[in-house]
């Protein structure tokens, strides 16, 4: 179970406290809202994601993920649905948590989402000042949406 807080990010102020970036490509293979079948390579890896409906507030949902050869990612990134998520993912530990913060390129770019993983849904952490609104539950916000309806096509 992945039990995980989305939020915007304000500033690049979390590049200079960033301890790890990867580049990260992925796409999906199904992204129907009960389920999604999601592809990615992260740096020299690649992956095969499942993901469940998310709980009702949007803070909890199963997942189950498998590395697999990057030959064989690249392979099914081509049977992918279309407007596939471009991303570098930075690591930033504060405090006891690391915050996982997604700058979007492509499509997205302009659109700096930060996700830190909690082991419980009223778990309590600290937040950089770089942390903005919270959109956890949004799923405007979730990949697989914004490969459907990418960010440079939002209205603000």
């Known amino acids: 179970m992945e039990i995980e807080r989305k939020f ?18 992925q796409a999906y293979l199904n992204s129907h809202p009960e389920r999604t079948v999601r592809v990615r390579t992260k740096g020299e890896k690649a992956y095969i994601t499942i993901k469940g409906k998310s709980s009702e507030n949007g803070l909890s949902r199963f997942e189950w993920e498998k590395e697999i050869a990057i030959q064989d990612a690249e392979n099914l ?28 390129s492509g499509s997205n770019k302009g659109l700096i ?6 082991n419980s849904e009223d778990e309590k952490f ?4 770089w942390l903005g609104k919270e959109v956890t539950g949004n799923k405007r916000y979730y990949n ?12 603000e």
């Open 77 to 104: 990134l081509k049977l992918a649905e279309p407007e596939p998520i471009e991303k570098l993912r930075y690591e930033v530990k504060i405090g006891q948590h690391t915050f996982e913060v997604d700058e979007f």
């Open 8 to 25: 915007l990010v304000v500033s690049e102020a979390f590049k200079n406290q960033a301890e790890k970036k990867e580049k990260i490509v």
């Open 113 to 118: 989402v930060a996700e830190v993983e909690l």
């Open 126 to 129: 600290e937040k950089p000042e």
């Open 144 to 155: 697989s949406l914004l490969s459907k309806n990418p960010y440079k096509n939002w209205e």
